[in-house]
């Protein structure tokens, strides 16, 4: 089976741009959570859908938002990028609401580079 | 959020048993303790899970303290390939959603 795929692998903006990254879960999956990682730390939780519906949301700005669709894909929105939104950005799926065994599986994320 | 703490780097010799610690002392009862790595700029690889009993699987065994404040990762027979960040994870889940909070890892470095 296919594992957490993303896209693009690579992405180069703006300032001021605005930015989509996709993510398809592993099938049987219906939860997609989004990470991101700026250079030298750990990621950082940004979003968590279920069944379409938002269920998390980390410390990001409304520039950032999300959304899932009927077949569990995702999207992962920035708005008005800075520099400092350049990070890798990673996506992970799970099977369920988030039990605590609910084991999520990361993709090999999208790295963004703002300019 | 429970916080984990665990070194910042450590070194081991090929073809030995690396043993990795973490400390999360102010765990509570009913969370996991949960173990991924990530190699050079990849996405986080899951490696293993476990509540308060001693767990193994092909990639690993994870030792959890008796009072559950700690815990060792433990990589066998450690090749150059498990060269990587490997973070220690408390999993939150709850209403809010089940967010992984990664802290800095520790960077493991297996040497020939």
Same mark, same amino acid.
């Given at each position: 089976d296919a594992g957490v795929t993303q896209s693009p692998?690579? %992405?180069?903006?703006? @300032?001021g741009q605005h930015?989509?990254? @996709?993510?398809?879960?592993?099938s049987g999956h219906k939860s997609v959570s989004w990470y991101q990682q700026v250079l030298g730390q750990g990621p950082q939780f940004i979003f968590q859908y279920y069944e379409k519906e938002e269920r998390g949301r980390g410390n990001f700005p409304d520039r950032f938002s999300a959304r899932q669709?009927?077949?569990? #894909?995702?999207? !992962?929105?920035?708005?008005? %990028? !800075? !520099?400092?939104?350049?990070? !890798?950005? %990673?996506?992970? #799926?799970s099977r369920g609401s988030g039990g605590r065994t609910d084991t999520q599986y990361f993709g090999p994320g999208t790295r963004l580079t703002v300019l | 959020d429970?916080?984990?703490? *665990? &070194? &910042?780097s450590m070194d081991c010799a090929e073809g030995r048993a690396a043993n990795l610690p973490c400390n999360h002392s102010t765990i509570s009862g009913n969370e996991y303790v949960?173990?991924?790595? *990530?190699?050079?700029s990849q996405g986080p690889q899951y490696i293993i899970h476990g509540l308060k009993n001693n767990e193994t699987n092909e990639m690993a065994s994870l030792i959890i303290?008796?009072?559950?404040?700690?815990?060792?990762l433990i990589l066998p027979h450690a090749t150059l390939r498990d060269t990587a960040v490997y973070y220690c994870i408390v999993r939150v889940s709850g209403?809010?959603?089940?967010?992984?909070?990664?802290?800095?890892?520790t960077q493991l470095t297996v040497n020939p």
């Amino acid at each position: 089976d296919a594992g957490v795929t993303q896209s693009p692998t690579h %992405l180069i903006k703006t @300032r001021g741009q605005h930015v989509t990254l @996709r993510c398809s879960p592993i099938s049987g999956h219906k939860s997609v959570s989004w990470y991101q990682q700026v250079l030298g730390q750990g990621p950082q939780f940004i979003f968590q859908y279920y069944e379409k519906e938002e269920r998390g949301r980390g410390n990001f700005p409304d520039r950032f938002s999300a959304r899932q669709f009927p077949n569990y #894909s995702s999207e !992962l929105n920035v708005n008005a %990028l !800075l !520099l400092g939104d350049s990070a !890798l950005y %990673l996506c992970a #799926s799970s099977r369920g609401s988030g039990g605590r065994t609910d084991t999520q599986y990361f993709g090999p994320g999208t790295r963004l580079t703002v300019l | 959020d429970a916080k984990t703490t *665990q &070194p &910042p780097s450590m070194d081991c010799a090929e073809g030995r048993a690396a043993n990795l610690p973490c400390n999360h002392s102010t765990i509570s009862g009913n969370e996991y303790v949960y173990w991924y790595r *990530q190699i050079h700029s990849q996405g986080p690889q899951y490696i293993i899970h476990g509540l308060k009993n001693n767990e193994t699987n092909e990639m690993a065994s994870l030792i959890i303290t008796e009072d559950r404040k700690s815990s060792t990762l433990i990589l066998p027979h450690a090749t150059l390939r498990d060269t990587a960040v490997y973070y220690c994870i408390v999993r939150v889940s709850g209403t809010s959603g089940s967010r992984l909070t990664f802290g800095e890892g520790t960077q493991l470095t297996v040497n020939p």
